[in-house]
């Protein structure tokens, strides 16, 4: 008796040659595939300010935003991405086949999925420099790497955004943390701390910005990244990986860890405002700062047999 993974149909399944499921089969697994993704939880992150959630609520990367701390599983990833079909783009699991739908995106980040495509040209009249002169107010010189801006420039320069900061530096340091977010988790890529310059004009106008799909632009971005990750060879995935975690987690429920609800370091910035779906599984806390946490409620009480427990621990 011989067993065969198949495809059954090769007309249909014909790079299975080039997937990794190949390989997977004939060597067993590798490592786990990993990727250069960039969050809040990071010093380089730009930590958003009050003044920015009318204008990021009013662009619908709310959601996002609240979302993008959330700790990737590269494992699980790299388990979907071997299931993931170039042929048919959808996900072959023994119970059938699967993908990511337009709805999970709108569902899972709150992202805006109807409105005008999310397109440009990669060039620029006047060049890429005097863009980004004319948007931040300050020339990159050698930040700029042909059409890729650095984001240690950004960083760099809008470090953080200060209580009495006029309406012309809020919007730069808002325009500055989408590009970060674009970076880092809705359209992160192979190339490092850079990004394309492509997405200057999509944020130049926060009128225009708001017309715009970028949910659409999202999923078609992750499919093209997950048809190269499940190529031979390939060592890193790309794209916006927290959706395809928490689609995983939302349509396959028994991969989930048990749902958490919302961070009360959100609850400092962000107060009542409702979020996505997804922030069903953001993190309370790490053990330690629960344990303090623990220990600060315990000291507030009044009974004084608890603060002579406490102390004696």
Same mark, same amino acid.
């Given at each position: 008796?011989?067993?065969?993974?198949?495809?059954?149909?090769?007309?249909?399944?014909?790079?299975?040659?080039?997937?990794?499921?190949?390989?997977?089969?004939?060597?067993?697994?590798?490592?786990?595939?990993?990727?250069?993704?960039?969050?809040?939880?990071?010093?380089?992150?730009?930590?958003?300010?009050?003044?920015?959630?009318?204008?990021?609520?009013?662009?619908?990367?709310?959601?996002?935003?609240?979302?993008?701390?959330?700790?990737?599983?590269?494992?699980?990833?790299?388990?979907?991405?071997?299931?993931?079909?170039?042929?048919?783009?959808?996900?072959?699991?023994?119970?059938?086949?699967?993908?990511?739908?337009?709805?999970?995106?709108?569902?899972?980040?709150?992202?805006?999925?109807?409105?005008?495509?999310?397109?440009?040209?990669?060039?620029?009249?006047?060049?890429?420099?005097?863009?980004?002169?004319?948007?931040?107010?300050?020339?990159?010189?050698?930040?700029?790497?042909?059409?890729?801006?650095?984001?240690?420039?950004?960083?760099?320069? &809008?470090?953080? %955004?200060?209580?009495?900061?006029?309406?012309?530096?809020?919007?730069?340091?808002?325009?500055?943390? #989408? /590009? =970060? *977010?674009?970076?880092?988790?809705?359209?992160?890529?192979?190339?490092?701390?850079?990004?394309?310059?492509?997405?200057?004009?999509?944020?130049?106008?926060?009128?225009?910005?708001?017309?715009?799909?970028?949910?659409?632009?999202?999923?078609?971005?992750? &499919?093209?990244? %997950?048809?190269?990750?499940?190529?031979?060879?390939?060592?890193?995935?790309?794209?916006?990986?927290? #959706? /395809? =975690? *928490?689609?995983?987690?939302?349509?396959?429920?028994?991969?989930?860890?048990?749902?958490?609800?919302?961070?009360?370091?959100?609850?400092?910035?962000?107060?009542?405002?409702?979020?996505?779906?997804?922030?069903?599984?953001?993190?309370?806390?790490?053990?330690?700062?629960? %344990?303090?946490?623990?220990?600060?409620?315990?000291?507030?009480?009044?009974?004084?047999?608890?603060?002579?427990?406490?102390?004696?621990?």
């Amino acid at each position: 008796m011989s067993m065969d993974p198949g495809p059954r149909d090769s007309s249909v399944l014909h790079l299975q040659s080039q997937h990794r499921s190949d390989v997977v089969w004939k060597a067993g697994g590798g490592d786990c595939q990993r990727s250069r993704k960039r969050d809040p939880t990071q010093n380089k992150f730009f930590k958003v300010h009050e003044r920015m959630i009318p204008i990021l609520a009013d662009l619908r990367f709310d959601g996002v935003s609240r979302l993008a701390s959330i700790d990737l599983d590269w494992g699980l990833l790299t388990a979907l991405i071997e299931h993931w079909r170039p042929e048919t783009h959808t996900f072959h699991l023994p119970v059938g086949e699967c993908s990511i739908t337009l709805q999970d995106v709108n569902v899972l980040l709150g992202l805006r999925i109807d409105g005008d495509a999310v397109t440009g040209g990669t060039q620029v009249n006047g060049g890429w420099e005097n863009l980004v002169k004319q948007i931040f107010g300050k020339a990159p010189g050698t930040s700029l790497k042909g059409a890729r801006l650095l984001l240690s420039w950004l960083t760099t320069n &809008y470090k953080t %955004l200060h209580d009495d900061a006029s309406d012309v530096e809020l919007i730069r340091y808002t325009q500055s943390y #989408l /590009l =970060q *977010l674009f970076a880092g988790v809705l359209f992160s890529d192979h190339s490092g701390g850079q990004i394309h310059c492509m997405y200057l004009p999509l944020i130049q106008d926060f009128g225009r910005c708001r017309t715009l799909a970028w949910g659409s632009a999202v999923l078609a971005f992750l &499919y093209r990244e %997950l048809c190269k990750a499940c190529k031979i060879g390939v060592r890193e995935n790309a794209g916006c990986l927290i #959706l /395809l =975690q *928490l689609w995983a987690w939302t349509r396959l429920p028994t991969l989930a860890h048990v749902p958490r609800g919302p961070s009360l370091d959100n609850s400092v910035i962000w107060g009542d405002r409702s979020g996505p779906y997804g922030m069903r599984w953001c993190s309370h806390f790490g053990m330690l700062t629960l %344990l303090v946490c623990i220990i600060h409620e315990l000291v507030d009480l009044t009974c004084s047999r608890f603060s002579c427990s406490i102390i004696y621990l």
